[in-house]
């Protein structure tokens, strides 16, 4: 196994403690494993690209990604840190892609959805409102500020999913058409 699907295991092995420090309410633990995966995504990210990009790592890569924030989401409105309706846009859209994806798998034994740029945006600025608020925890001052931000964060997320509901219609079309024929 290659270095970068190590890096990305253990940044899923970082969550549970992430999920800990966040329901224990230790903002500055919460900080430090959330800022460690985003560090070892960044390097997992470079070393892949330089060495070898596998199966098993673009599978774990983003699935690491989405655990994470799906989990800081989830908890992040238990500490007034974003309004409960921006975490069900964004758990809710991630649930929304995995299923598509699995019925698509599941009726046509194929699935092809690259990832988008839209969606790399939408996953860029949540990690952002993730550690905006967690910081603004540990220092203050940042409530309003990540307020706006966490609307962005909906705006852009909701965006990106439609894109890829696009995409998936568009190529569940496409595997019906050739079914057909």
């Known amino acids: 196994m290659y270095l970068a699907n190590w890096l990305t295991i253990l940044r899923i092995v970082l969550i549970p403690f992430f999920v800990s420090a966040l329901l224990y309410q230790r903002m500055d633990w919460a900080l430090g494993y959330f800022l460690l995966a ?10 892949a690209r330089r060495t070898q990009i596998t ?16 989990s800081a989401f989830v908890l992040l409105p ?3 840190g974003i309004p409960v309706w921006v975490a069900v846009v964004v758990v809710s859209r991630d649930v929304i892609i995995s299923l598509g994806c ?8 194929s699935v092809k959805i690259g990832v988008r740029s839209l969606g ?62």
Request: hydrophobic share 55%; with cysteine.
């Open 38 to 47: 985003a560090v070892t995504d960044a390097l997992d990210g470079f070393v």
């Open 55 to 70: 199966a098993l790592g673009s599978f774990l890569d983003p699935t690491a990604d989405k655990l994470l924030l799906v």
């Open 78 to 80: 238990t500490i007034n």
């Open 102 to 109: 699995l019925i698509m798998y599941l009726t046509w034994g």
């Open 120 to 181: 790399k945006l939408a996953t860029f600025i949540q990690s952002i409102c993730v550690a905006g608020v967690l910081l603004g925890e540990l220092v203050g001052g940042f409530g309003m500020v990540m307020l706006y931000f966490a609307y962005l964060v909906a705006a852009i997320t909701a965006a990106s999913g439609i894109d890829y509901i696009i995409i998936g219609i568009r190529q569940a079309n496409e595997l019906s058409a050739s079914g057909r024929e």
